[in-house]
């Protein structure tokens, strides 16, 4: 097969091939590492990794030749660089991390490579997972293989998981691995037109997930179709003894729950999500996908999510106040960054004045000033309570609905450099997603159409909590009807 | 304004991060900017509603008390920008 033809294939169309023999995993992982390096111009991979994907794809043929194939053998994906790979340089896309080779391995990550995965590289991010625009790396800012027809502008392609969704969109990557904090998986995927899943809270182990906000941080899969998706989450999910949150569930079979019955299901339409100026195409695209699923034999039903309003600006104390405390371990002492002080006190503060950027820095203070004495109450158990309301909003709504159908963002992407001067004109792009991390809740995003200037957009599915069946299958449902089969302009009019 | 710049300068402090005496002036006014926009939480009535720290089970898994990794001093001092006879090194503490 060409490379073009092998680069097109679904994660479940390779699994196939690979197993009839029709090619091998290093053929295969070959042709991936040459879509990473002609997808440089993205600045999606912070640190490829060619020679570990072939390695890894000669013990996948190996397995393959004596018919002992695993779940995900000779599958290349792409670890966005939050997870901890061993010997593997992993940046969490910030300068005080410099030169980290973790002497241990994230479990999602393990789990991958234990299924037959292979490791194509580390993808770029916005600093600690801290942004929609993965503009704010370190290693500079990914571009989306998308662009407006006519329009040479660079556009982001989302975040924190950006380097993720573009790898995975301009098929430089089959799949990849993502966390979600506000939205950090659904709205790339959105911004890209790929399909992005963030699981339960508990559902995947956080261990060797470099921490942002701990009650939030969500690892979980992104790829070209549902059914990849789920064949990804399948390798991921599980409980694991180093990680105390998370959850002692068994673990059903996700690709079975693609069976694209969703009769008699009640969907929950929240009218909460009409919010003042969201663009008109994306509230027609909400009422396509509300005509999708009742012509499929699901039930439409509108709801109350009367807090909705509140999750973003709780959020906004809570992710900071956890990050605040997360982020306490980068002193220059044990990894990363040093810059040197008179004393203790003053390397600590060079060290983090001159490792953390922008965006970073006004979370930490945030949250340091939200835990601080005297504002502790006003600010973060003040949010903390607004979480639970919410959480009550999802409670009283799943008892009459099965899941909620919402837009996954309230626009397109956006050029690079838009939307950098207002803290809070970029923290509106996770209105609809950030509800979900709140409450700890399942929800993927589906690509369902595209914008009047020709960029995707997605739909989001939000289920009960360890309910990812029910968002998987009515995903699917959504994917059938929407028949996204647009290319971004990288893929569909060759490299830049 | 919620912050000034001395407020962000004792901040700044708490959390360990110089600051160069140009950048609070603007800093003050984002943060006080986004804490404005927090503000509207206040319009919730919470009286009586618990905090939530997490949608996890809130007792803590046990188990047995002991050591489960033992002997990887060299690759935990692995990358410190600076050791010393086996530990991390810091500038000096004590006169």
Known sequence: MSDGALLALTLAEAREGLGRKQFSAREF???????????KPLNAYITPTPERALAMADAADERLARGEALPLDGIPIAV???????????????????????????????????????????ANLDEFAMGSSSTTSWYGPVENPWRRPGDNRPLVPGGSSGGSAAAVAARAALAAI??????????????????????TYGRCSRWGVVAYASSLDHPGPMGR??????VMLQAMAGHDIRDSTSARVPVPNFEAALTGDIR???????????????????????QQGVDWLRAAGAKPVEISLPMTRYALPAYYIIAPAEASSNLARYDGVRFGLRVEGESLEEMYELTRGAGFGAEVRRRVLIGTYALSAGYYDAYYLKAQQV????????????GRVNCILTPTAPSAAFVIGEKTDDPIAMYLNDVFTVPANLAGLPAASVPAGLSSDGLPLGLQITGRAFDEETVLRVAGVLESAAQFRHLPSFVAEGRR | MVLDKAAVA???????????????????????HILDWVEQLNEV?????????????????????????????????????????GFFAVPKVVE
């Open chain 1, 178 to 199: 993502g966390t979600d904090t506000g939205g950090s998986i659904r709205q790339p995927a959105s911004f890209c037109g790929i399909v992005g899943l963030k699981p």
């Open chain 2, 45 to 85: 009535d919470t009286t009586g509603v618990p905090p939530m720290a997490s949608v996890a089970a809130a007792s803590l898994p046990m188990r047995e008390d002991e050591v489960t990794d033992l002997g990887c001093r060299e690759a935990i001092l692995g990358n410190a920008p600076q050791v010393a006879h």
């Open chain 1, 264 to 286: 008699g299901m009640r969907i929950g339409i929240p009218k909460e999500y009409r919010v003042d100026g969201m663009p008109k195409e994306i509230e027609a695209l909400w």
């Open chain 1, 387 to 398: 979480r639970t309301l919410i959480a009550r909003d999802f409670e009283t709504a799943f």
């Open chain 2, 10 to 32: 004792h901040i700044a402090t708490l959390a360990r991060i110089r600051l160069a005496e140009a950048e609070l002036e603007s800093l003050a006014g984002e943060l006080s």
């Open chain 1, 29 to 39: 992982a070959a042709a991936y590492n040459d879509a990473v390096e002609a997808a």
């Open chain 1, 225 to 230: 179709t549902v059914r990849d998706v789920a």
């Open chain 1, 80 to 122: 966005k660089d939050l997870f901890c790979t061993r010997g593997i340089l992993t940046t969490a896309g910030s300068h005080i991390l410099d030169g980290f080779l973790p002497p241990y391995e994230s479990t999602v990550t393990e789990r991958l490579w234990q299924a037959g995965a292979v490791m194509l590289g580390k």
